[in-house]
């Protein structure tokens, strides 16, 4: 159900989508053909600073994005729209439950005005994402590659829980043995991965810190 989406989630995994990948991502072309992201010889050396400083990066981005909502959205106007979406799609699955035609019928007359109602939130959340993303994908291939290695630290099991290629977190037994790849330890840790991972774990502490929050209550 579209009020229950964290649209930071959804811009962090489109951000690490973009960055991730042997090839460099669908940017390439900003990356100067570095792939992974990271560098060979990176400015902040050492597991330790470099994971405070990827971490910090995350935090600092996430307020950037937070700002940026709470100057475009209404967040009162949004909130209303989403405890009004809520109840009703509460109210229309108790019924189907209850296998009461009547009330379904009666709840289903508002549809396209809960469908309209829903748009509207989407498109509110969505103007936030339209203004950060190229700042941010310019930080990331401008900044972060000049800072940071292509790992950061190893992980105890393998990260990669999308089958195939697609969404690698970690590195594999075979990137390791292609010696063109900057993988030289299983499981390590990719630059972006963790970038993406501290991100996510602090989005949350930081909505509710800017109330920029999704929940309801």
Known sequence: MIESLDYNSILLFLDSFFLQGDNGGIFEFLGQNRGTLGSDNPIVKGVIPTLFGVTGFGILLNFFNSTVRKKLVDQTKLKRIMTETKAWQKERMAAMRAKDQAK??????????????????????????????????????????????????????????????????????????????????????????????????????????????????
Do not use: R
């Not at 989407?122 to 930080?139: E, G, R, S, Y």
């Not at 900044?143 to 969404?167: E, K, R, Y």
């Not at 075979?174 to 990719?190: G, I, K």
């Open 104 to 217: 379904i019928a009666q709840l289903s007359k508002k549809s396209s005005y809960m469908n309209k109602m829903s748009m509207e939130m989407m498109q509110m959340n969505m103007k936030p994402m339209m203004i950060t993303f190229v700042p941010l994908i310019l930080i990331f291939y401008l900044v972060l590659p000049q800072l940071f290695s292509h790992t950061v630290a190893l992980s105890p099991i393998p990260l990669n829980i999308f089958p195939g290629d697609f969404f690698h977190l970690t590195c594999t037994a075979q990137q390791v043995s292609d010696s063109a790849n900057v993988c030289t330890q299983e499981n390590a840790l990719y630059l972006w991965a963790w970038y993406f991972l501290s991100s996510i774990s602090f989005s949350g502490i930081i909505m509710k810190v800017t109330k920029t929050s999704m929940g309801l209550s």
